[in-house]
């Protein structure tokens, strides 16, 4: 799904590679929308539909993993909002896509930027989450985006950006959407960046099932460790095995690896075959 353009996981989206590949409103990947709905498919005998994705809500045009964000998408007619994770140091499940304080979209406290040499000193997870609520990631203007719009935003909760999009939905009559929600993890980010795969899980489903979203919920991460929990622990909710654009082993290898089949098996864009498709179609 994501091109890899640096050594160390966390990093796959990296906003360079966002660049050349003109990321806005929408997941721009025909991977997705075919592969998802070919396998789904095999769960169903129901004709299924197109399944429009907003990416981060949609960070195009509002700022990323905002609720703001994912009610424009929702004005915008998505069936599904993609958000990501990170865990903070008391526990709490976090919409943000890096686990620290990106410079290009962060505002401190007292009003500062940051440089992107000293983001990384500012990580969620070395931060409670009414410290990281105080910092502002709408307001500074994003370098990639000139359409979106600036405001003032911080990153939620993820119960508390469900309860929004929930209660935004009844009120304008719009049908619920569905949830794709990414883990930001990785084995070098091990009890330092978040904790290890199974509690990380464990806190986000509690989040998700205490919302009573799970059926309208899919799972995604390059991690296959907390794929693994979702199928072992989870095993109702749909997983989406994201596969990097440097990956080598064939789809045949890497559900071998992660020892299950996926409900979705997502690739980078470049990795697509007729043969791939194929074999999903098959499977």
């Excluded at 990170?86 to 526990?91: A, E, G, L, T, V």
């Excluded at 686990?99 to 409670?128: Q, R, V």
């Excluded at 806190?203 to 907390?226: C, G, H, P, Y």
Aim: proline letters at 6%.
């Amino acid at each position: 799904m994501y091109e890899n353009t640096e050594t160390r996981r966390e990093h796959r989206d990296t906003e360079e590679t966002q660049r050349r590949r003109g990321d806005g409103m929408l997941l721009p990947f025909l991977c997705v929308s075919v592969l998802t709905l070919c396998l789904f498919s095999c769960k169903s005998t129901q004709k299924m539909t197109f399944d429009k994705q907003g990416h981060r809500g949609c960070r195009g045009l509002m700022p990323e993993n905002t609720i703001p964000a994912m009610f424009r998408a929702i004005d915008l007619g998505v069936t599904t909002l993609e958000m990501d994770v990170s865990i903070s140091r008391d526990k709490k499940a976090v919409v943000s896509h890096d686990p620290w304080f990106n410079s290009m979209i962060s505002t401190t406290p007292d009003g500062k930027y940051i440089n992107a040499s000293d983001e990384k000193k500012y990580t969620l997870y070395s931060m409670d989450y009414a410290e990281i609520r105080k910092w502002d990631v709408g307001l500074k203007p994003h370098p990639l985006y000139a359409k979106q719009q600036k405001i003032k935003a911080y990153k939620p909760l993820l119960e508390e950006l469900i309860d929004s999009v929930e209660a935004y939905v009844r009120q304008k009559g719009a049908s619920a959407p569905h949830y794709n929600i990414e883990t930001k993890c990785s084995p070098s980010g091990d009890n330092v960046l978040h904790p290890g795969p199974e509690e990380f899980t464990d806190i986000l489903m509690e989040v998700v099932n205490r919302k009573k979203i799970a059926q309208r919920t899919i799972i995604q991460s390059f991690d296959e460790r907390t794929l693994q929990v979702m199928h072992r622990k989870y095993p109702s909710v749909k997983t989406a095995y994201l596969i990097e654009g440097t990956e080598k082993n064939t789809v045949a290898q890497n559900i071998e690896k992660l020892g299950f089949r996926p409900d979705i098996y997502s690739p980078d864009y470049k990795l697509v075959t007729p043969e791939m498709v194929r074999y999903c179609h098959e499977h």
